[in-house]
């Protein structure tokens, strides 16, 4: 798929290619977009190149060539200023990184205070509505050492949303949590989903990806082999490599 | 889990064992005939003894609104005396040079006194340089440029592998005749220059050690780089760091003593000066050490104290 941008999509990835410094090639000339409103599912196995290419999507990787649109930003431009562009993206990571020397209601007021400058009294109401809908109001003022995984991990989406992001990046949100914990993570993901938020996630919960990706993209040793709606990809699996990644995980 | 009894036996010999360190100093200190007069010590520390005033030259006294003006025959500058407590002359008195015309009960500081206000005055403004130069090479140490993080290496090899006391030499000879140094900017410069470096490694070692993740976490919420060191990076860093902080700075206050070879009277030099006045050397030098261990010992309570405050989050 080689076709320009066509000034809407929410992302536009064209021939990305992307070697880390020891020469391993992570991504090999991935292509595709993401409308405004959609949910992405990214699924493949471990090196697979789909937590890279998520992470290209912010330039936390910076890619070796290609081209990369979000949100109207192209990535690479000299006029593009990363740190605006990623105010617009939300990111929630495997391992959560919430900033354990601040309490919950903090880590998602900091942005807003300390990146978009705005005043306290306005960022903390707002903040105090973002934990209530991840549903952990009683526990904004702990730190989060004081939390579960899945309790953390929807404090972290919190954290993304504060910003009022155009896209939220997912990471493997549930992989790092114990079983019981996942159900309570993906129900805010879904929930955003129905809201239109626009989504990008990595996962390995099949399941899930099913039920909530309006696409699925499969890839494989860095090459993004299939990009198909969900009912295609899971039940009539075309590609050969496909068909043996989902024997194996369901 | 220790049982409660065993704890106070554990305590009970520690205090035997101290007692019989403390017992044979005590007969060490008999043993070589030594005569103990710690009352010779202390005017060098506090004088609290009645203070004669004296007249600086010959003339009339002059008593008026609670001063005592001493008019010279010679028509100089007079000398005004207005802090004193009972007067020995009245008015018109004759003053001859030398006299004394008042008592003072006032407590005066001695120089052990001394010594230590300007060991405290230079380890603490020399702390907060060291703080400063450490924060910066520790940041230009972790930093993607590559001539910066060269500067901060050679700053910090450079320093760690030469002994303070040339590096005092240096700085007091060669550099503070270049720039035109006192005695104690010169050693206010030597002691944050060299505490500088290993404060330097030290906050190297603290941001390396807060994982990846949480400069990813803040760079993807849109932190530029320096607020995402100031106010997710550092913090956490600073928890971990402050104590081999601490260590450094009790060797700091301890390092200050070196600074007596370029004759600046902190308290060691003011030591070695009371052991020749006194003849009192062991009590001054066990003064000393206890001053010493007076100002590192606040210094590690109150970190302690932030260490406390800090951990609210763990």
Same mark, same amino acid.
């Given at each position: ?14 021939? $990305? ?18 409308? #405004? ?10 090196? %697979?190149?789909? %937590? ?11 890619? %070796? ?20 562009? #990623? ?14 020397? /601040? ?44 939390? %579960? ?9 919190? #954290?993304?949303?504060? /910003?009022?992001?155009?896209? /939220? ?11 019981? /914990? ?17 989504? $990008? ?8 990806? #099913?039920?909530?990706?309006?696409? $699925? ?34 | ?38 009352? *010779? ?68 500081? &001695?120089? @052990? ?9 230079? =380890?603490?403004?020399?702390? @907060? ?6 924060? @910066? ?11 910066? *993080? ?24 060669? @550099? ?43 760079? =993807? ?5 320096? +607020? ?10 600073? +928890? ?19 600074? =007596? ?15 020749? &006045? ?29 260490? +406390? ?6």
């Amino acid at each position: 798929m080689t076709s320009e941008y066509n000034g809407e999509d929410m992302v536009y990835a064209n021939n $990305v290619d992307k070697y880390y410094p020891n020469g391993c090639h992570a991504l090999k000339a991935v292509s595709t977009t993401v409308k #405004r409103g959609e949910v992405v599912v990214i699924i493949g196995p471990s090196g %697979s190149g789909k %937590s890279t290419f998520l992470r290209t999507l912010n330039q936390l990787e910076e890619i %070796s060539s290609g081209t990369i649109v979000v949100d109207g930003f192209d990535m690479y431009a000299k006029s593009t200023d990363i740190n605006v562009l #990623r105010q617009n993206v939300g990111m929630v990571f495997q391992s959560f990184n919430l900033f354990p020397h /601040m309490t919950a209601l903090e880590n998602i007021q900091i942005a807003p205070l300390k990146v978009a400058n705005r005043p306290k009294h306005e960022v903390e109401g707002e903040a105090k509505q973002l934990i209530k809908r991840v549903g952990l109001e009683d526990r904004m003022n702990n730190y989060p050492t004081h939390l %579960s995984g899945g309790q953390q991990q929807r404090v972290a989406i919190a #954290r993304a949303l504060a /910003m009022k992001p155009d896209l /939220m990046l997912f990471d493997e949100p549930t992989s790092a949590l114990d079983p019981e /914990m996942v159900g309570e993570v993906l129900d805010v993901i879904k929930s955003l989903a129905k809201e239109g938020m626009t989504m $990008v996630i990595v996962t390995h919960e099949m399941g899930f990806a #099913r039920e909530v990706a309006d696409r $699925v993209l499969f890839m494989e040793e860095g090459k993004l082999l299939v990009d198909d709606d969900p009912k295609a990809v899971f039940d009539n699996p075309a590609h050969p490599r496909l068909q043996q990644f989902l024997a194996k995980v369901l | 889990m220790q049982s409660k009894s065993s704890k106070w036996i554990g305590h009970g010999i520690y205090v035997l064992i101290m007692a019989m360190l403390i017992g044979a100093v005590y007969f060490s200190g008999k043993s070589i005939n030594y005569n103990w007069h710690w009352d *010779r010590l202390w005017p060098y520390v506090v004088n609290t003894e009645m203070q004669q005033i004296r007249a600086n030259g010959d003339g009339t006294a002059v008593v008026k609104a609670g001063q005592l003006v001493i008019e010279f025959d010679d028509q100089s500058q007079s000398q005004v005396i207005d802090t004193y407590t009972t007067l020995l002359v009245g008015n018109g008195d004759l003053i001859f040079h030398g006299d004394t015309v008042a008592h003072l009960n006032a407590w005066q500081f &001695g120089p @052990i006194a001394h010594g230590l206000w300007m060991t405290v005055k230079i =380890s603490f403004i020399s702390l @907060i340089f060291a703080v400063l130069l450490g924060l @910066i090479f520790g940041l230009m140490r972790v930093a993607k440029n590559q001539t910066a *993080r060269d500067l901060s290496l050679t700053y910090v090899e450079l320093i760690r592998g030469t002994p303070l006391l040339v590096q005092i030499f240096i700085v007091y000879f060669f @550099i503070g005749t270049v720039l035109d140094f006192d005695r104690f900017t010169a050693g206010v410069v030597a002691l944050s220059v060299f505490t500088g470096a290993y404060v330097a490694e030290i906050v190297r070692a603290g941001i390396q050690a807060i994982p990846a993740g949480q400069m990813e976490a803040a760079r =993807s919420l849109g932190m530029t780089y320096p +607020k995402a060191m100031r106010y997710i990076v550092l913090p956490q860093a600073l +928890k971990r760091t402050l104590p081999p902080l601490a260590g450094q700075f009790i060797n700091l206050i301890k390092d200050s003593s070196l600074v =007596s070879v370029i004759s600046i009277t902190d308290l060691t030099k003011a030591g070695r000066e009371v052991v020749s &006045g006194s003849f009192a050397p062991f009590e001054v030098w066990f003064t000393v050490a206890a001053l010493y261990l007076l100002v590192t010992g606040t210094l590690s309570w109150a970190i302690q104290r932030l260490e +406390k405050r800090l951990s609210a989050s763990d």
